[in-house]
């Protein structure tokens, strides 16, 4: 079974640029997380999706952060523009079932690490 | 309070010591409860999950306290292969919440 797939793996942009991550989660998996995980720091939950819809976007900047889940596979997160704070890697994840189902594995992609210069 | 507070590390042991990891949260209506494991530079790998009646897998035993909201991780004869970032998770109606990290150095 393949894994979640995320790319690019790495990328530098200065700041006030904009940059976009996509992610393909495991296939058939309904729930899909994007994380941001700054250096010493554990995952922060940026958006989840259920299919393509939205479950939680409450700790997303919405004022530079968009993302979405189109058809309910693929998601691209986006940000515009970058600040110098946004530096982290950028995780997506994919969960079998929905957000009712209780222990469900979080299966996490390499991730793609962002510097913003 | 944060969501999830974990003993701030790093752990030094030597191989073959017992180890232990505290974790507390918040939410007293969070549903499930896991460990994930993050080597440097890597993603979260799921560890073990972690159940009411506490549950063992090889040298790795969890344990839940929802009375004091308490998860604890023991890891016993440890190995150098051990050295990782260990996350506290916890999931209330649909998210997951991660934990700073607890890092462990395990040295010959």
């Known amino acids: 079974e393949a894994g979640v797939a995320q790319s690019p793996r790495y990328k530098i942009i200065e700041k006030r640029q904009s940059v976009a991550f996509w992610c393909n989660p495991i296939?058939?998996?309904?729930?899909l997380y994007w994380y941001q995980q700054i250096l010493g720091q554990g995952p922060k939950l940026l958006i989840q999706?259920?299919?393509?819809?939205?479950?939680?976007d409450s700790q997303l900047p919405k004022d530079r952060f968009s993302a979405e889940r189109l058809k309910g596979v693929d998601s691209t997160l986006k940000i515009q523009p970058a600040k110098l704070e946004d530096s982290a890697v950028y995780l997506c994840?994919?969960?079998?079932?929905?957000?009712?189902?209780?222990?469900?594995?979080?299966?996490f992609g390499q991730g793609t690490r962002l510097t913003v210069v | 309070r944060k969501e999830v507070e974990q003993d701030p590390g790093p752990f030094n042991v030597p191989e073959g010591a017992t180890v232990a990891f505290n974790c507390t949260y918040s939410?007293?209506?969070?549903?499930?409860f896991f460990w994930y494991r993050q080597d440097c530079r890597k993603e979260p790998k799921l560890l073990m999950s972690?159940?009411?009646s506490g549950n063992e897998d090889g040298r790795f035993t969890a344990q839940l306290n929802r009375a004091s909201q308490y998860i604890s991780l023991l890891i016993r004869d440890s190995k150098l292969s051990d050295s990782a970032t260990y996350l506290c998770?916890?999931?209330?109606?649909?998210?997951?919440?991660f934990g700073k990290g607890t890092m462990l150095l395990v040295s010959p």
């Open positions: 999706f259920q299919n393509n819809g939205v479950v939680d």
């Open positions: 998770v916890v999931k209330g109606y649909s998210t997951l919440t």
């Open positions: 939410n007293s209506a969070s549903q499930s």
């Open positions: 994840a994919s969960s079998r079932f929905g957000v009712r189902a209780v222990n469900t594995e979080a299966f």
């Open positions: 972690v159940y009411s």
């Open positions: 296939s058939g998996h309904a729930t």
